[in-house]
């Protein structure tokens, strides 16, 4: 299993939200880059990044400071946030991006990402991100009618490879992931997993790499320091040696 340290930007600022709620965003560090630097020395093989402002506004907001760390470092880098066209697509994979995460537009525009997917194929993932079941939307401000489920398998068989699940109440709470909607998303789709909210500590990747998830991404757990990025880096690989 992967562990994806995470880098959240709002006005051009590492930040971090609680429940996906703007108004809690708060300042976690000082450089985007010397962060990625630091993820990169610590063993990190990939990093994940999320433009707040362009989740929020659907177009790209802080893609010049997403590109300058990109730049700056070794590390493979998925970015997500107001991705809604294939302009935005190919701007981020034209210019070094690894992978791009598409949201609100799985529900708004299933075209887009069906059409993404046939040029691009495992370099688009989908994010899932939930309220109680149901999927949320644009910057996580809009909750729609639509079951996680029923989305991750219209995501599959459009050919989407790799999904990345919330549950918006776990994000940032560090009180643990929803470990039975991940094994449920599991069970339900043969896409790739990858983990996101709620993540606290060594015990988390643990219980993550036991329904054997592709990845697992940590923000805040790191930046307080109650998950060590090396650490949890050394204890999925363990397990997944141990699956294999």
Same mark, same amino acid.
């Given at each position: 299993?992967?562990?994806?340290?995470?880098?959240?930007?709002?006005?051009?600022?590492?930040?971090?939200?609680?429940?996906?709620?703007?108004?809690?965003?708060?300042?976690?560090?000082?450089?985007?880059?010397?962060?990625?630097?630091?993820?990169?020395?610590?063993?990190? +093989?990939?990093?994940?990044? #999320?433009?707040? /402002? *362009?989740?929020? %506004?659907?177009?790209? @907001? &802080?893609?010049?400071?997403?590109?300058?760390?990109?730049?700056?470092?070794?590390?493979?880098?998925?970015?997500?946030?107001?991705?809604?066209?294939?302009?935005?697509?190919?701007?981020?994979?034209?210019?070094?991006?690894?992978?791009?995460?598409?949201?609100?537009?799985?529900?708004?525009?299933?075209?887009?990402?069906?059409?993404?997917?046939?040029?691009?194929?495992?370099?688009?993932?989908?994010?899932?991100? +939930?309220?109680?079941?149901? #999927?949320?939307? /644009? *910057?996580?401000? %809009?909750?729609?009618? @639509? &079951?996680?489920?029923?989305?991750?398998?219209?995501?599959?068989?459009?050919?989407?490879?790799?999904?990345?699940?919330?549950?918006?109440?776990?994000?940032?709470?560090?009180?643990?992931?929803?470990?039975?909607?991940?094994?449920?998303?599991?069970?339900?789709?043969?896409?790739?997993?990858?983990?996101?909210?709620?993540?606290?500590?060594?015990?988390?990747?643990?219980?993550?790499?036991?329904?054997?998830?592709?990845?697992?991404?940590?923000?805040?757990?790191?930046?307080?320091?109650?998950?060590?990025?090396?650490?949890?880096?050394?204890?999925?690989?363990?397990?997944?040696?141990?699956?294999?």
């Amino acid at each position: 299993m992967y562990i994806l340290p995470a880098i959240d930007i709002k006005d051009g600022t590492c930040v971090r939200l609680y429940k996906g709620d703007y108004t809690t965003a708060h300042k976690v560090a000082e450089s985007a880059v010397a962060t990625a630097a630091k993820f990169e020395a610590a063993g990190a +093989a990939w990093m994940h990044m #999320v433009d707040l /402002d *362009g989740a929020k %506004d659907g177009q790209r @907001v &802080n893609s010049d400071l997403i590109l300058s760390v990109r730049k700056s470092c070794g590390l493979k880098i998925e970015v997500g946030g107001g991705i809604r066209d294939m302009e935005a697509v190919d701007f981020y994979l034209e210019h070094g991006i690894d992978r791009v995460i598409l949201g609100s537009a799985a529900i708004r525009d299933p075209d887009f990402v069906k059409a993404a997917v046939k040029k691009y194929a495992g370099r688009i993932a989908v994010s899932i991100d +939930a309220r109680n079941g149901l #999927v949320s939307a /644009d *910057g996580w401000t %809009d909750t729609s009618e @639509v &079951n996680f489920i029923t989305l991750a398998k219209e995501m599959e068989a459009i050919g989407v490879k790799y999904l990345i699940f919330t549950d918006i109440s776990k994000d940032g709470m560090l009180s643990g992931p929803n470990l039975t909607m991940l094994d449920e998303l599991q069970a339900a789709v043969k896409c790739h997993i990858i983990a996101s909210g709620g993540v606290s500590n060594l015990k988390d990747i643990i219980d993550l790499s036991n329904l054997q998830l592709y990845g697992a991404i940590s923000g805040k757990a790191i930046y307080t320091g109650s998950l060590d990025l090396k650490q949890a880096i050394a204890v999925a690989e363990a397990a997944q040696e141990t699956q294999e």
